[in-house]
């Protein structure tokens, strides 16, 4: 569990997105239709059960900024300085996506990638 005690426990809590720039339609869409859609998303995807006991909805017009046209370039900038900067490790939303999933991946892989280059300069100390 993330975060305990925010929720009773025979409650589960849940923060969802909807819409974006691949979904636009949905800002005109009524929060009943979000209710529906989030809803039965979560049946699909988490196998819950009922209805919500509580919904709020938050709506940000500029939630997420949307990476632009030249966002290979950057890509490409910060794999060069990882190659080129022995120990520096690159994590978050610019590498690995918007997401708190794709955040949270990109900073544990960039964890296992610290712990790795720690373990390899403990050997080449120990071998010098």
Same mark, same amino acid.
């Given at each position: 569990?993330? $975060?305990?005690?925010? *929720?009773?426990?025979?409650?589960?809590?849940?923060?969802? $997105?909807?819409?974006?720039?691949?979904?636009?339609?949905?800002?005109? *869409?009524?929060?009943?239709?979000?209710?529906?859609?989030?809803?039965?998303?979560?049946?699909?995807?988490?196998? %819950?059960?009922?209805?919500?006991?509580?919904?709020?909805?938050?709506?940000?017009?500029?939630? $997420?900024?949307?990476?632009?046209?030249?966002?290979?370039?950057?890509?490409? *900038?910060?794999?060069?300085?990882?190659?080129?900067?022995?120990?520096?490790?690159?994590?978050?939303?610019?590498?690995?996506?918007?997401? $708190?999933?794709?955040?949270?991946?990109?900073?544990?892989?960039? *964890?296992?990638?610290?712990?790795?280059?720690?373990?390899?300069?403990?050997?080449? %100390?120990?071998?010098?």
């Amino acid at each position: 569990m993330m $975060f305990p005690n925010r *929720a009773p426990n025979n409650v589960c809590l849940y923060t969802t $997105f909807i819409g974006g720039s691949r979904n636009r339609e949905l800002v005109k *869409a009524s929060r009943s239709k979000l209710k529906d859609i989030i809803t039965s998303d979560l049946k699909q995807l988490l196998g %819950t059960k009922g209805e919500p006991t509580y919904v709020s909805h938050v709506y940000w017009s500029k939630a $997420f900024p949307l990476y632009g046209h030249n966002y290979d370039s950057v890509l490409e *900038a910060i794999d060069k300085m990882e190659k080129n900067l022995p120990g520096l490790f690159y994590a978050g939303n610019y590498k690995g996506g918007l997401s $708190f999933g794709k955040t949270l991946s990109s900073r544990c892989n960039a *964890a296992d990638l610290v712990i790795s280059y720690l373990q390899s300069m403990t050997i080449d %100390t120990k071998n010098h």
